[in-house]
């Protein structure tokens, strides 16, 4: 059974494999997580949302600040509208590049949709 418990952890760890939290690379990296997202909220923001301010200011490992993102984009939705929103959220994701697994990303359309050439 021993060789079963191995291939699952090697098997979970393909997925989710990051950084120990009290990493000093993952410290760092949710600082700058952080500042991005504290910046796209912006003083306005700040204040509006000083909940949603408070938790991603004193949020220490970029997993937990990739579960608020949700919470930010609604809020900046809210301030902005979603396609203003959506331009702020691109540098806040950029961000998280090697802090969270690939597989958690957000996926990006390489180009706006363009028509099928047989009018399909």
Known sequence: ???????????????????????????????????????????????????????????????????MRGDLMNALSLMYGESRARELMTDVDSRFAGAVPAAWTPLRAAAPHQPHPMGR
């Open 1 to 67: 059974m021993d060789w079963f418990r191995s291939g699952i952890s090697t098997l979970t760890g393909f997925f989710v494999e990051v950084a120990p939290a009290s990493s000093p690379t993952s410290v760092e990296r949710a600082q700058g997580i952080r500042a991005a997202m504290l910046a796209a909220l912006a003083e306005e923001g700040a204040a509006r949302y000083s909940r949603l301010a408070q938790r991603i200011r004193y949020c220490l490992q970029p997993r937990m600040l990739w579960d």
